[in-house]
């Protein structure tokens, strides 16, 4: 899987939005992006994932560089709940393989 | 729906000590998958399995062994458990992706925090 890199933190206020960025420049053709956070003391969970084009489900939005190099996951309105390890993943398209996890960015949100 | 359930959620080992750590899903998902996560670090794959009765080395797969009988169970074992062992486990699943190969979201349970003294 391609490598990619992430802030190691990022701070936020409640209620702002919140844009975590991600590179990714040895991405391949087949590859998704994935992101996956971590509230403290739980396992990860799906936020989101796209190819090609823009998405947006009731997490977040993502937005994915035309060159798809870097990419941007949105959190419209952080919440105190939102704190936790965000992270960038890159998988592909019919991989049985499993998520290789980097060390993500670790946000806070202050009130 | 109980999703990813691990057992035991906690479990203290002594040196040179055995333990089978039960990963079990009630989604009927293909891939199974053991991660091990230390202090200030993202997860690592130990082991994973694409299904029943089948299993594969991850990153990080020397002093574990799995076994997958059933779908549904994913059982990871420590055969002597040793201080570098020490972490936090999480076991993920998912669903084979569908047609066109299309990527499905990985599902988490809560981890077993282990402890060899």
């Known amino acids: 899987d391609a490598k990619t890199t992430q802030p190691n933190s990022m701070e936020s206020n409640e209620e702002e939005p919140v844009h975590l960025p991600c590179n990714h420049s040895t991405i391949s053709g087949t590859d998704y992006i994935h992101w996956y956070r971590q509230l403290p003391s739980q396992g990860p969970e799906y936020v989101i994932h796209g190819l090609t084009s823009n998405v947006n489900n009731r997490m977040a939005s993502l937005a994915i560089a035309e060159d798809r190099k870097s990419s941007t996951l949105i959190l419209h309105r952080a919440t105190l709940r939102d704190a936790a390890v965000y992270y960038c993943?890159?998988?592909?398209?019919?991989?049985?393989?499993?998520?290789?996890f980097g060390k993500g960015t670790t946000l806070s949100v202050s009130s | 729906n109980a999703g990813v359930t691990q057992t035991p959620k906690f479990r203290v080992l002594k040196t040179g000590q055995s333990m089978t750590l039960l990963c079990a899903q009630d989604m009927n998902h293909e891939y199974m998958y053991w991660y091990r996560q230390d202090p200030g670090m993202g997860l690592r794959l130990i082991h994973y399995s694409v299904g029943e009765g089948t299993t594969a080395k991850g990153e990080v797969p020397d002093g574990y062994n799995v076994s997958r009988l059933k779908k549904q169970n994913f059982l990871l074992g420590l055969e002597s458990a040793a201080p570098s062992q020490t972490s936090v486990y999480f076991c993920?699943?998912?669903?084979?992706?569908?047609?066109?190969?299309?990527?499905?979201?990985?599902?988490f349970g809560q981890g077993t925090r282990l402890t060899v003294v």
């Open positions: 993920a699943s998912r669903p084979t992706p569908g047609t066109g190969g299309l990527n499905t979201e990985a599902f």
């Open positions: 993943i890159l998988r592909e398209i019919q991989a049985g393989t499993a998520l290789i």
